[in-house]
């Protein structure tokens, strides 16, 4: 019980900082409310899937951000200096350009953040497999509990 009241005051504690420790502080299982846990399991997995979906879509928004901030430094570039540049020149322009680099470093962030949550939900998914699984050996043992009771209940007849 009081390991019990210590995880619940950790995930309340979590749920005002981030989704994403709250969310990975309900990872461990909980043997002792399994039926709790399976129970709540399917609206965890949502959520979490809810938020690897919306890190992906920003992240996706980013990288057509970056393209355009891309093609608009490569237009300023060619607008100001009439003769050819080649694409090295180009490139190099773009990755000096302070605002690029902003947004650049913004989109790799968002890249592993989606890599986190996808990670997320896969840790989720093997939550739900192990849960059955819990479930099961826990469902067999009662019924050879009972089994032994109901046997040592005839032998005693």
Partial sequence: DDEEEVTQEVVKQVEVVDPFERLRARLRIHRDVLDEELSEHAQLLFDVGEKYALSIS?????????????????????????????VKDLDAACET?????????????????????????????????????MAELESARDKAVRGQTHYEARSNK
């Fill in 97 to 133: 350009n302070g605002e690029w680099q902003r947004e650049r470093d913004l989109y790799l962030s968002m890249c592993k953040q989606s890599d986190i949550w996808c990670e997320l939900k896969e840790a989720f998914r093997s939550r739900g497999y192990a849960m059955n699984a």
């Fill in 58 to 86: 920003d992240r996706d928004a980013k990288k057509e951000y970056l393209k355009r901030i891309e093609l608009r430094i490569r237009n300023e570039i060619r607008n100001q200096m009439p003769e050819k540049h080649t």
